[in-house]
């Protein structure tokens, strides 16, 4: 089955910049998306279509791809922005592929 | 703005059916997937599986020969059923939208979750 690979932690300080990263050898050819998911609550997306934010996300959340690797880039990390966050794409088999997660600590 | 809930029994038996439905309001459930997920205390989101308002449906390969799901339009709903369940299928089960705009297979609405616990 088709796997998305992400580092399962990432460690920020308050200002800096938190990058993950997301591997799926289908990614070259497809789209990416990520949800972030506070302790406690249900996931909510965060960026979609690689690189695109929806209405109400703060420009400090970023996306990018190149071959086979999707990123998750948060500029001038806040405190508010730990949480889990999770790569998804799909595969032929599988409409809905989500990576294993990366917890962000922002230290 | 759409909003769904999930509802069923939090507490199953080994071996026994589990069954969750899932309410759609503020809009209509035609035209959009609709997909089931879940995740188990402190581990990650497993897509389980996803249902179209006119019935056709994609499971997990990994589940799909314990998992079905259906739908009523007229009442707002889809439903989950998960058969020969263990202690492996304790998590929260959520249910979800397909984006409008967002492009394809992408999760826009959530519901809050429900636990559903396995034991006996």
């Known amino acids: 089955s088709y796997k998305l690979t992400q580092p399962p932690s990432v460690s920020v300080s308050p200002g800096q910049t938190a990058s993950i990263s997301c591997s799926g050898d289908?990614?070259?050819?497809?789209?990416a998306c990520w949800y972030q998911q506070k302790a406690g609550q249900s996931p909510a997306l965060v960026i979609y279509?690689?690189?695109k934010r929806p209405p109400g996300i703060p420009e400090r959340f970023s996306g990018s791809s190149s071959g086979n690797t999707a990123t998750l880039t948060i500029t001038g990390t806040q405190a508010m922005d730990e949480a889990d966050y999770y790569c998804?794409?799909?595969?032929?088999?599988?409409?809905?592929?989500f990576g294993g997660g990366t917890k962000l600590t922002v230290l | 703005q759409v909003q769904v809930q999930e509802s069923g029994p939090g507490l199953v038996k080994p071996s026994e059916t589990l069954s969750l439905t899932c309410t759609v309001s503020?809009?209509?459930?035609?035209?959009?997937?609709w997909s089931w997920i879940r995740q188990p205390a402190g581990k990650g989101l497993e897509w389980i599986g996803r249902?179209?308002?006119?019935?056709?449906?994609n499971y997990n390969p990994s589940l799909e020969s314990r998992v079905s799901m259906s739908v009523d339009t007229s009442k707002n709903q889809f439903y989950l059923r998960l058969t020969s369940v263990t202690a492996a299928d304790t998590a929260v089960y959520y249910c979800?939208?397909?984006?409008?705009?967002?492009?394809?297979?992408?999760?826009?609405?959530w519901g809050q979750g429900t636990l559903v616990t396995v034991s006996s």
């Open positions: 249902i179209h308002s006119s019935g056709s449906s």
């Open positions: 279509q690689d690189n």
């Open positions: 998804q794409a799909w595969d032929s088999n599988t409409p809905v592929v």
């Open positions: 289908k990614l070259v050819n497809q789209y």
């Open positions: 503020g809009g209509s459930i035609s035209g959009y997937f």
């Open positions: 979800a939208r397909d984006s409008e705009d967002y492009g394809d297979n992408v999760q826009e609405v």
